[in-house]
């Protein structure tokens, strides 16, 4: 074994007064706002600035104290660095592919395989082959038409060499000592996914700039990405170092290397997903439920330029694509989770979302013999909020004080006991209120309210309460039929103590219901 390596050639940087040089910000000239401004849309940062900063430059080593001295094995695997972009800004790009050449040790480097999906910029074209002909290990992959990001990579996996693939983005700037931690990771198990520590470059002022430790990728509901601190008292109770590897429920996506073979075993990435957006989630679950693990190295430090927007373009609609993915992401490995994802995320519902044909995933996952979502829940991310209901148990109504109870088919009103299966209720995320197998249904089989057979959404059986009664927030502790001519709330009728819809009115205690329990609003 030895030291991780001490890779930098720009430790000596060729001009240490150049603008930027050791990673510190760089501002525009007054006489250039102007033009710095009007070019900000080139690459969706500051590409004046860009420009100004050597290729080359040097910053500075942020690894946490330790790091320099741990020890890795010699024999790693060598690794094909895939970095795929499309009409990227040229001093950008240049400057992703020297730190990758300058800061790694060149005998772990079997090539870098640079994917351009489809650039239409001219400088991207002859004037990029020659320039990278000085590096032999540099091999450009064009693609005869645009595939997206997801495609793109696998065009690049498909020809890559190295026992490891290490996917990098265009626009990023490898810190020393960066390589090395990642492989040795996947040295000890093949079936682990390691991801550098994302750093910022600033898009404004291109500075880099060190992030917290301790941060890991999570998501929320509807499956959104997001960096997450591990709480205070979690890093003290588990005395967890700054050089600790950190278990990630959800990798960002962007940066990872992976064994080649695993990568393909799991079937690389769903290919019905399109150009961007859900690949992270995907390629996270699919490893964590199948048996691997995907873990931040908090010595291997990679910068990246975070942009407000992509500045290249979707075939289709940006959201509509991501949202499109996310959807066939839940289909297949959220289980009966997947109704908390459509609940966040209800216009998918109401557009009724085609996913395309999800068979071969299905069947993937068979064969993988993954586990399952609940699994994933309890064991990677037991952090994260899932019920699997907005609302259950007794069916309170204010005025009467007493339960819907169900009687065969029918509903009657009887004193509450929530010892009784028959007055037990869920409300779902899907808006349904459910008995079993039976939903309310506000044109029950006898004409008023009773239980018919769930039909899901856009079957006249959906109920607003709570917090999804909004805007009418003075009827918020009401049950607001969703599909009739007018809002019609269930209520019941002070003579009969039987049930029906009728007209909502926000002072009415009778048309007023509480569930035993809320877990979301």
């Known amino acids: 074994m030895h030291k991780v390596l001490s890779v930098d050639v720009t ?30 849309k080139e690459g969706n940062f500051n590409v004046y600035l860009s420009d100004l900063i050597p290729v080359d430059r040097a910053i500075a080593d942020t690894r946490p104290a330790g790091c320099s001295e741990q020890q890795v094995h010699d024999e790693l695997p060598t690794t094909t660095i895939i970095m795929c972009f499309v009409d990227e800004v040229w001093s950008t790009l240049l400057r992703s592919v020297h730190s990758v050449l300058g800061r790694s040790p060149p005998h772990l480097i079997e090539e870098v395989i640079l994917v351009d999906d489809f650039s239409t910029k001219e400088y991207l074209k002859e004037p990029l082959d020659r320039y ?46 960066w390589l090395e931690p990642l492989l040795e990771r996947i040295l000890l198990s093949r079936t682990k996914v ?20 301790f941060q890991r990728g999570i998501f929320t509901w509807p499956m959104n990405f997001g960096w997450r601190q591990i709480p205070q008292e979690v890093i003290k109770k588990n005395k967890i170092k700054e050089t600790d590897i950190i278990r990630c429920p959800v990798m960002a996506g962007g940066l990872f290397s992976i064994d080649k073979k695993y990568f393909f075993e799991l079937g690389t990435y769903d290919p019905g997903l399109d150009v961007w957006g859900g690949e992270n989630m995907e390629l996270s679950f699919k ?4 048996g691997g693990e995907v873990e931040i190295i908090p010595c291997s430090r990679v910068g990246h330029i975070f942009r407000n927007d992509n500045p290249y373009s979707f075939p ?21 989770y997947k109704e908390l994802f459509y609940g966040h995320a209800y216009h998918l519902v109401l557009k009724n979302l085609d996913v395309g044909d999800l068979t071969q995933q299905i069947q993937l996952r068979e064969k993988l013999q ?3 979502f609940k699994w994933y829940l309890e064991n990677v991310y037991p952090d994260l909020e899932a019920p699997l209901v907005k609302a259950s148990g007794l069916l309170v109504n204010t005025a009467t004080s007493r339960c819907i109870t169900v009687e065969n088919s029918t509903l009657a ?9 028959h007055q037990q209720f869920n409300y779902t995320w899907l808006r349904l209120v459910q008995h079993g197998e039976l939903c309310l249904d506000p044109n029950g089989p006898h004409g008023a309210p009773g239980l018919s057979h769930c039909l899901g959404w ?17 009827l918020s502790h009401h049950l607001i039929s969703q599909h009739l001519q007018q809002p019609a709330c269930l209520e019941v009728d002070p003579s009969h103590k039987a049930l029906r819809v009728n007209a909502c009115h926000s002072g009415n205690p009778y048309q007023k219901w509480q569930f035993g329990n809320y877990y979301a609003d």
Request: hydrophobic share 35%; proline share 5%; aromatic share 6%.
């Open 11 to 40: 430790l000596v940087p060729r001009d240490p007064q150049a603008p930027g040089q050791f990673g510190h910000p760089v501002s525009v000239p007054d006489d250039k706002k102007e033009e710095a401004k009007s070019r900000w």
């Open 316 to 336: 289709r609609d940006r959201v509509r694509t991501v949202e499109r993915n996310l959807a066939r992401v839940a289909e297949v490995w959220l289980d009966e």
């Open 194 to 213: 390691a991801c550098p520590v994302i750093e910022v470059i600033s898009d404004k002022d291109m500075s880099y700039m060190t992030v917290d430790n």
């Open 132 to 177: 990278m002909s000085q590096f032999p290990k540099v091999k450009i992959l064009r693609l005869q038409e645009r595939h997206g990001l997801i495609r793109a990579r696998l065009a690049g996996a498909e020809m890559a060499k190295g026992a490891v693939l290490t996917f990098l983005d265009s626009h990023v700037e490898c810190n020393v000592g």
């Open 370 to 372: 993954c586990k399952n």
């Open 413 to 421: 009103l009887e004193a509450c006991d929530d010892s009784k299966e």
């Open 458 to 474: 856009g079957h006249g059986q959906t109920w607003l309460h709570r917090s999804l009664a909004a805007p009418q927030t003075q």
């Open 287 to 290: 490893v964590w439920m199948c």
